[in-house]
């Protein structure tokens, strides 16, 4: 990928995404991902995207009692039996879709503007980003309102990060974590990347690496 773009995409990442630059996960070779308590930088992102690696980024930032939040994403999926571990199917994501569509159109009706992702795999995360920190607690009542204007057929599932708007004392401080998009995930080796629209999304292309239309 071109110098400078890479440079523009991983900056427009990590401010949108990371509201801790102190915390951040990343993807090992077995596939799970390892907390890491340590600076994270726009380079870390340019390497991801280079190297064909995957990153997590954490949600929230504690101060005293408080969990503020940046964005919150509504994670849509089926269940894995529904693909095999070697052909992509995407007759079995008509019905994933079609409701990514209806969260698209409801958050349209209500003016909110999103960024929709197709995880790479057999989903499609839908982020929401705020101008100002927002508590933790308003995020999962928004996250929950449109949730609860959408209609879900069986087999499709969404979780919403934040889960709950409460905050862990016991936890790490951090959240639940989110792959990056433009994450190539260890065990699908397919990247994660935005559509403009989910109205407009015609067709599902599973992409191995970046290229000139990528």
Not at 29 to 43: A, H, L, M, N, S
Not at 135 to 144: A, D, M, S
Not at 187 to 196: G, H, L, R, T, V
Request: proline share 4%.
């Amino acid at each position: 990928m071109d110098t400078p773009i890479l440079k523009s995409i991983a900056k427009k990442l990590f401010d949108l995404f990371f509201i801790d630059d102190q915390k951040y996960g990343k993807q090992i070779e077995d596939g799970t991902y390892q907390f890491r308590r340590e600076k994270i930088t726009q380079v870390n992102i340019e390497r991801m995207i280079e190297k064909g690696e995957s990153l997590l980024t954490y949600q929230e930032f504690h101060v005293l009692d408080n969990a503020n939040i940046k964005w919150i994403c509504i994670d849509l999926d089926i269940p894995k039996e529904k693909f095999s571990e070697t052909e992509n199917n995407e007759e079995n994501l008509k019905p994933l879709k079609s409701v990514a569509e209806k969260v698209c159109k409801f958050l349209r009706s209500i003016n909110i503007p999103y960024l929709c992702e197709f995880s790479g795999r057999r989903g499609f995360h839908i982020w929401i980003f705020f101008e100002e920190y927002i508590l933790k607690q308003e995020g999962y009542n928004l996250i929950t309102y449109i949730l609860n204007n959408v209609n879900f057929p069986a087999g499709v599932k969404a979780d919403k990060f934040p889960a709950t708007g409460t905050v862990s004392r016991n936890s790490k401080g951090v959240g639940k974590g989110v792959k990056l998009p433009l994450s190539l995930h260890k065990k699908s080796n397919f990247i994660s990347y935005f559509i403009d629209d989910c109205q407009v999304l015609k067709s599902i292309e599973w992409i191995k690496e970046p290229n000139s239309t990528f």
